[in-house]
């Protein structure tokens, strides 16, 4: 049975870090793009980082370059996205999708579209 699991989210406070995780299982990872998303309440869905398992390549939104990182750890089939120098207005929850697209369709198209698969989410919360 395929099944996608986001988990790690939480309460931090400003400047903090958190690391989300991505559990794969009844599939593998190989040959597939994996992306978190984010919504936070009123806001649409945004695309924060994508990563092609095929070739490397990677798609990381402006708002949180170089502070976000997104990797994976293979023996696990885990994904995970690593966030530091956390942020208010990082608050949201996040969501992980893993398809076979490339990282610029997944991370920018793909919230517009009427993609419907987006799993529970984990709830991040940055604030004092």
């Known amino acids: 049975q395929v099944h996608l699991v986001a988990s790690g989210g939480g309460l931090v406070q400003p400047g903090g870090s958190l690391r989300l995780s991505c559990t794969a299982s009844?599939?593998?990872?190989?040959?597939?793009?994996i992306g978190w998303f984010r919504q936070a309440p009123g806001k649409e869905r945004e695309g924060v980082s994508c990563?092609?398992?095929?070739?490397?390549?990677?798609f990381t939104a402006h708002s949180v370059n170089g502070r976000f990182t997104i990797s994976r750890d293979n023996a696990k089939n885990t994904a995970y996205l690593q966030m530091n120098s956390l942020k208010p207005e990082d608050t949201a929850t996040y969501f992980c999708v893993v398809e076979q697209m490339d990282v610029q369709a997944m991370c920018v198209e793909l919230p517009r579209s009427s993609y419907g698969s987006w799993g529970q989410g984990t709830q991040v919360t940055v604030s004092s």
């Open positions: 009844g599939f593998d990872l190989d040959y597939t793009t």
């Open positions: 990563l092609s398992t095929s070739d490397g390549s990677t």
